[in-house]
């Protein structure tokens, strides 16, 4: 899994992606997310990245270090757990970590330090000053679902990074959401009336990966509408036949051409409500 199907195509994995390609991932790095499962995969990820032994792109996948992180029995990677049957990581825990982290990386060429569950102040403060003055090589990731939580000062000492619980997670996520949105713009389309359908291309949102996966889905609707005008089957989803129904030929074909032409300018990186927008003035248009 990579990190893009973590925390979905997003800015913030573009962020990462950059520093990670600089080779320049800081020291300390604060993941916030309500969802758990996505912030300890992305923390996972992270940790291959800091072991990976690779010349070329990391994590490479494939060599010892990550094979080792994926299996979470990388010896340089370390999770600080909770001890005894507290509610909160203390500062035995973290003073534990500091005594550690000045002991040379077993095999990889950095260690890492994993804390997952919520720290004490006084662990926060106690872990405060290894963030002012970081062993080399070391690097901390902290997740939370809030960073409310998290001590302004050991915030101040480290990148922080927000990953929403809302993402999509994964290509098969994205693809049912994408589906679902394209059933519904394509039910609305045969309306022709501008605010259902701006209401459902509003559902978009920002989301660039969604929107050209949506785009993709309506094209391929609109020519099996196509071809059941010619060829009635009466086979298709209620979607597909009441475009084949509703909709000249005409008005079909300049519904592909129009589809085709908002692909390419999300490909051009336009901006997204201009691009609702625009599709649906060019619908209304190709009604007539
Ligand atoms: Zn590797």
């Known amino acids: 899994m990579s990190l893009k199907d973590i925390i979905g195509d997003s800015e913030v994995c573009r962020q990462i992606e950059a520093l990670k390609d600089n080779r320049r991932l800081p020291h300390a790095v604060i993941l916030e997310s309500r969802d758990t499962t996505q912030a300890n995969a992305a923390?996972?990820?992270?940790?291959?990245?800091?072991?990976?032994?690779s010349s070329g792109k990391r994590p490479c996948g494939k060599c010892l270090n990550c094979v080792k992180a994926e299996e979470?029995?990388?010896?340089?990677?370390?999770?600080?757990?909770?001890?005894?049957?507290?509610?909160?990581?203390?500062?035995?825990?973290?003073?534990?970590?500091?005594s550690d982290c000045y002991i040379k990386p077993n095999e990889a060429a950095s260690k890492v330090y994993i804390i997952s569950d919520k720290m004490?102040?006084?662990?926060?403060?106690?872990?405060?000053?290894?963030?002012?003055?970081?062993?080399?090589?070391?690097?901390?990731?902290?997740?939370?679902?809030?960073?409310?939580?998290v001590l302004k000062t050991v915030l101040s000492r480290s990148t922080l990074f927000k990953l929403s619980a809302e993402q999509i997670k994964s290509a098969d996520e994205?693809?049912?959401?994408?589906?679902?949105?394209?059933?519904?713009?394509?039910n609305v389309i045969p309306q022709n009336t501008e605010m259902p359908l701006?209401?459902?291309?509003s559902k978009l949102g920002k989301d660039k990966a969604l929107a050209q996966k949506?785009?993709?889905?309506?094209?391929?609707?609109?020519?099996?509408a196509l071809e059941e005008k010619f060829i009635p089957t009466g086979k298709q989803p209620p979607h597909i036949r009441e475009?084949?129904?509703?909709?000249?030929?005409?008005?079909?074909?300049?519904?592909?051409?129009?589809?085709?032409?908002?692909?390419?300018?999300?490909?051009q990186n336009c901006n997204m409500n201009l691009l609702a927008?625009?599709?649906?003035?060019?619908?209304?248009?190709?009604?007539?």
Not at 43 to 53: D, F, H
Not at 278 to 288: E, N, T, V
Request: aromatic share 4%.
């Open 43 to 53: 923390a996972k990820e992270l940790a291959k990245i800091s072991v990976c032994s």
């Open 72 to 98: 979470d029995i990388h010896p340089d990677i370390y999770k600080v757990k909770i001890t005894d049957k507290k509610q909160a990581v203390g500062v035995g825990e973290i003073r534990n970590l500091i």
């Open 120 to 149: 004490t102040a006084e662990a926060q403060n106690a872990l405060l000053k290894i963030l002012e003055e970081p062993p080399q090589n070391v690097r901390f990731i902290i997740t939370c679902e809030s960073s409310t939580t």
């Open 174 to 186: 994205l693809d049912k959401k994408a589906e679902e949105l394209a059933v519904e713009i394509a």
């Open 198 to 201: 701006l209401s459902s291309l």
């Open 214 to 224: 949506v785009f993709e889905k309506i094209s391929l609707f609109v020519s099996i």
């Open 243 to 267: 475009l084949a129904r509703v909709l000249r030929k005409k008005s079909l074909v300049s519904l592909l051409d129009v589809t085709a032409q908002a692909q390419k300018m999300l490909a």
């Open 277 to 288: 927008t625009w599709y649906c003035a060019k619908i209304r248009q190709s009604r007539h």
